[in-house]
């Protein structure tokens, strides 16, 4: 999927050993431990835009698609520095409370409508309506009304679906998932699960 161009220059090859490279290095340190069965993340696509300045491009449906807990999820693109995904929730679907210690999110609503919790505050967004949220800071959504809520996700550093692939491995039973093993698989991507999602009534 990477874009072809001509041979870096000399200082393109400065800036991806000097920029690059150092930051994947100093991403690995950052980065959770690997996880059975998930995708190893890399800095290929980014490394890519550098090395070959043109324009990036995924076609409409041909991103990598998570199908996780009733949820469509697209990633766009997805490296060491950011993750840009397509989200289809259904009505009542959503994310419960949780906290991300090292990643900031914003989430733009594209279709339907969607009920942002955190704290006492409660935001029910519509299409054309931006949230964000910084690390460290609490949060849930859930979707309302009766028709699938279609949101677009910029989260930063990057690497998130390798988190959706890795919660995608905890097995489901006939009562549901294993919530303890569900934050136990979130805690290793600096992330806590702390209360349900929040009430679309």
Not at 33 to 55: W, Y
Not at 172 to 192: N, S
Request: aromatic letters at 8%.
């Amino acid at each position: 999927m990477s874009p072809t161009g001509p041979h870096p220059t000399p200082i393109a090859d400065f800036l991806v050993h000097e920029i690059i490279y150092k930051d994947a290095e100093q991403s690995e340190r950052r980065r959770p431990e690997p996880v059975q069965g998930a995708r190893k993340l890399s800095v290929g696509i980014f490394r890519d835009m550098v090395e070959r300045p043109e324009l990036f491009h995924v076609q409409e449906n041909a991103g990598h698609m998570i199908e996780f807990m009733g949820q469509r999820l697209e990633f766009l693109q997805s490296d060491a520095n950011v993750s840009v995904f397509l989200n289809d929730s259904p009505p009542g679907e959503g994310a419960p409370m949780h906290v991300h210690h090292e990643m900031d999110e914003a989430c733009y609503v594209l279709s339907g409508r969607v009920r942002f919790v955190s704290g006492d505050e409660v935001i029910d967004a519509g299409p054309g309506d931006y949230v964000s949220c910084a690390r460290g800071v609490v949060h849930g959504f859930v979707t309302l009304g009766n028709d699938v809520c279609r949101l677009l996700w910029i989260c930063t550093p990057g690497g998130y679906d390798a988190f959706f692939e890795a919660m995608n491995q905890v097995p489901i039973g006939p009562e549901g998932p294993d919530m303890a093993a569900l934050g136990a698989t979130a805690t290793k991507f600096q992330t806590d699960l702390v209360g349900p999602m929040p009430s679309a009534d």
